[in-house]
């Protein structure tokens, strides 16, 4: 499984955009990113998924360059409650079972 | 939305003792996961499930732990003798091929 590289901690303040950059070098063609939020004392929650150029959904932007070495999370116009941790992870193609390899995340503060 | 469901919420133990963990997964998934989370550290993976059977297991799941599907819907980890060290927050998982995998709320266990 590739290994991922992500900020340990990032801070923002309500109304603005968070860009939150991964780096997967060892990325193998069959591997999709995947990011998770967890919320202290919950489950990881699935974010959004991609396997390359431009992914958007009601959460999020996941922006993966051609080369796919690493991609960015956006969330536009945060939240205070957009604090918790975020996860990039790197696996296998969609359509097949994997464990998920979590690293240390990046703990994202919102503040007012 | 369909969720994946844990109980107990908390579970307090002593060391010793037998616990059971049970999560009833999202009901048309094949594939079911347990991860834990020791507190401020990261969360890692234990055990896949498949067909009634291991797919893979890490290296924490040792002898001590054991896994089932009693019925239809239930999916059980069970610590048979349960060590300071197996506090944790422990959290099931499913999914149903062609999506990413969905968590439960977790069960935090408390050994004494």
């Known amino acids: 499984l590739a290994k991922t590289t992500q900020p340990i901690s990032m801070d923002s303040y309500e109304g603005q955009e968070v860009n939150i950059t991964c780096s997967h070098n060892n990325i193998a063609t069959n591997d999709y990113i995947t990011w998770y939020q967890q919320f202290p004392s919950q489950g990881p929650r699935f974010i959004i998924q991609g396997y390359k150029t431009k992914v958007t959904n009601e959460v999020a932007s996941l922006f993966i360059p051609a080369d796919r070495k690493s991609s960015t999370l956006s969330l536009p116009r945060v939240s205070l409650s957009d604090t918790a941790v975020y996860y990039c992870l790197v696996g296998p193609a969609v359509d097949s079972s994997y464990k998920l390899i979590f690293g240390s995340g990046t703990r994202l503060l919102v503040r007012p | 939305e369909p969720e994946v469901t844990q109980t107990p919420s908390h579970q307090v133990t002593q060391m010793g003792q037998e616990v059971i963990l049970r999560c009833v997964p999202i009901s048309n998934h094949l594939y079911f996961y347990w991860y834990r989370q020791i507190l401020g550290q990261k969360v890692e993976f234990l055990v896949s499930f498949y067909n009634n059977e291991i797919s893979e297991k890490s290296e924490i799941f040792d002898d001590q732990f054991s896994v089932e599907r009693p019925d239809g819907s239930n999916f059980t980890l069970k610590i048979r003798s349960t060590k300071l060290e197996d506090s944790a927050m422990y959290f099931c998982?499913?999914?149903?091929?062609?999506?990413?995998?969905?968590f439960g709320p977790g069960t935090r266990l408390l050994v004494l």
């Open positions: 998982a499913s999914d149903g091929l062609k999506e990413t995998q969905y």
